[in-house]
């Protein structure tokens, strides 16, 4: 399906499909590590490049064709690259473009692995960094010099759901002569698209919503042809973070119900989000869907409608935190999150726990705050499930 104009809820359905000569309805299954050529010559062409075909599965093969091109059709890219997990497509996007005396900025307010990456990983390399509050222009722009190459961020934020200005941004980059790579997690490709706000290379770790359903983890990074081609395709290739053909796979049947959950999920978390907003025990609320929402004015910008994520501060730090997470009954205390099932998470001890006490609460990550990913459960199960806990913060 390469026609641009059906809606994306069709072409999550349909696009990319390749279908094998017993004309299935649903997407096969191609568990192979390689392929075989018919002769020496075909084989010769096809590592030539002359043939199009598959080679080997660490860099080629049906499943994953099927979901790139899928995620491509709906992203709006040119070109899509899949791997393993989320944090080898962040790394590969940040890594692969750059060298020794390469400078990078990045906002403060990331997922923990990724500030690794930024923080620890480059600088072994001789790459340089800058962090800076990704809500603060001036900061964006002061920090660029003459050698930066790329600049990163997520949003919504993770945990705290900070929404940055990605088209703002994407002009302090371009005028410096650098690119914009974002992290689309928690906006999903459904409600925000980066590259058609500016940006030149959106990742995704599509072991959250994109699977949604707790299974398997992957990961993609998608953006121009020549930027693949320049610096990810090769790099990707020799180095294998590769994800499985049977990944690929479960990927692209998520992709079928994609937006039916996400939809689901965001009705659900605004409904939670309202009723949290006017609880006694909850001392700060974040939902991108709200008027009250600190940057309400670029989430009408620049995305499509809230998010399946709430964030929210327990009055009572830790201890009233914890109460609350093990009085859940519905929602699972994990580190995961767009899944079927709701799940909530501490974030200060969990995902962000590395970073020291002052960072965590310099991004607003308290020792009270909750970070919680509604699933596909009734809306009114979920919310008193919360205000049971809560009745015991
Ligand atoms: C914003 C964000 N980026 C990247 C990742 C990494 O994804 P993965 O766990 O698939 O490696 C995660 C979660 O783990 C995340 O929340």
Redesign the pocket.
């Known amino acids: 399906m390469s026609e641009k104009s059906y809606r994306p809820e069709t072409r999550l359905v349909h696009s990319g499909a390749l279908r094998s000569q017993y004309n299935e309805t649903s997407e096969a299954l191609f568990l192979t590590q390689g392929f075989i050529y018919e002769t020496a010559e075909a084989c010769e062409a096809r590592f030539k490049g002359e043939d199009p075909g598959f080679i080997y599965s660490r860099f080629s093969n049906p499943n994953t064709s099927m979901f790139e091109s899928r995620m491509i059709d709906l992203e709006g890219a040119e070109a899509a690259r899949s791997t393993a ?4 497509a ?1 790394t590969t996007a940040i890594l692969a473009p750059l060298r020794m005396g390469d400078h990078v900025v990045a906002a403060k307010a ?2 923990g ?2 500030r690794y990456v930024i923080e620890e990983l480059l600088p072994r390399y001789g790459i340089e960094f800058t962090l800076v509050d990704g809500l603060d222009l001036d900061q964006w722009q002061k920090a660029m010099r003459p050698n930066t190459k790329s600049l990163f961020l ?1 949003s919504p934020t ?1 945990p705290t759901l900070d929404v940055l200005d990605i088209s703002a941004i994407a002009d302090i980059a371009h005028a410096g002569g650098a690119r914009l790579i974002v ?1 689309n ?2 906006a999903t490709p459904l409600w925000q698209s980066p590259l058609a706000l500016g940006a030149d290379v959106v990742v995704y ?4 919503h994109i699977d949604g359903q707790g299974r398997c ?3 993609i990074i998608l953006s121009s042809k020549d930027f693949i081609d320049e610096h990810i395709h090769n790099y990707l290739r020799q180095t294998g973070p590769s994800i499985s053909p049977f990944n690929a796979w479960t990927l692209v049947k998520g992709l079928e119900t994609l937006a039916i959950r996400v939809e689901r999920q965001t009705q659900t978390a605004a409904a939670i989000a309202d009723v949290l907003a006017q609880h006694p025990k909850i001392s700060r609320l974040i939902y991108p869907g709200r008027e009250d929402h600190p940057q309400a004015a670029t989430v009408k910008k620049q995305m499509r409608a809230g998010s399946t994520l709430i964030g929210f501060e327990v009055k009572g730090g830790k201890a009233a935190a914890f109460r609350v997470l093990n009085e859940l009954k519905v929602a699972r205390i994990s580190n ?2 767009g899944d079927a099932k709701s799940l909530v998470t501490h974030p200060a001890t969990t ?1 962000h726990q590395r970073l020291p006490l002052e960072a965590r609460l310099e991004l607003g990550i308290t020792e009270g705050f909750i970070r919680f990913s509604a699933g596909l459960e009734h809306r009114d199960d979920l919310i008193e499930d919360l205000e049971a806990a809560l009745a015991k913060a």
């Open positions: 997990t989320g944090m080898a962040v990331l997922f692995s990724c997520e993770n992290d997690v928690f770790s599509a072991t959250k983890l992957g990961g995961n999150l995902t």
